[in-house]
């Protein structure tokens, strides 16, 4: 069976950059968390991270938390869980100013064909929210 005409190494560097990705991502939101806590909450009560995340920002959500959990604890934040909510591209044509979503990025109004068109939302990643558990 043939999977693929690249050679393997090169599909290994793939998955690897993406991996890279995301435990950058995975870092930076501990760090974040981190940085938000409000005096008197320790690192150790918080049980839950909610995030928000665009569709455009390719987050391969899986990996995200399998890497979240695997240095989570690294960061002081043992018993904390990654929640995500994903976010749908929306985007409104400035010749008609119609609203529609997207699930390819494909940048084209289908009302009116235009191309002239503003992203609502379905891009960036945010903390919206942080659990902690009661001393």
């Known amino acids: 069976m043939k999977v693929s005409d690249k050679p393997v190494w090169h599909l290994l560097f793939q998955r690897y950059c993406l991996l890279m990705h995301e435990l950058y991502i995975a870092e930076s939101i501990l760090n974040s968390v981190l940085d938000l806590l409000p005096a008197g909450i320790t690192p150790e009560r918080v049980t839950k991270v909610h995030l928000s995340v665009g569709q455009l920002d390719a987050v391969v959500s899986e990996s995200l938390i399998f890497l979240f959990d695997a240095i989570?604890?690294?960061?002081?934040?043992?018993?904390?869980?990654?929640?995500?909510?994903?976010?749908?591209?929306?985007?409104?044509?400035?010749?008609?100013?119609?609203?529609?979503?997207?699930?390819?990025?494909?940048?084209?109004?289908?009302?009116?064909?235009?191309?002239d068109v503003i992203l609502l939302q379905g891009r960036g990643i945010s903390i919206y929210r942080i659990e902690a558990k009661d001393d």
């Open 72 to 115: 989570k604890g690294t960061k002081g934040l043992p018993h904390a869980q990654l929640a995500i909510e994903t976010i749908a591209v929306l985007c409104q044509c400035k010749t008609c100013a119609h609203q529609f979503n997207l699930d390819l990025p494909i940048f084209i109004c289908p009302q009116c064909n235009g191309s």
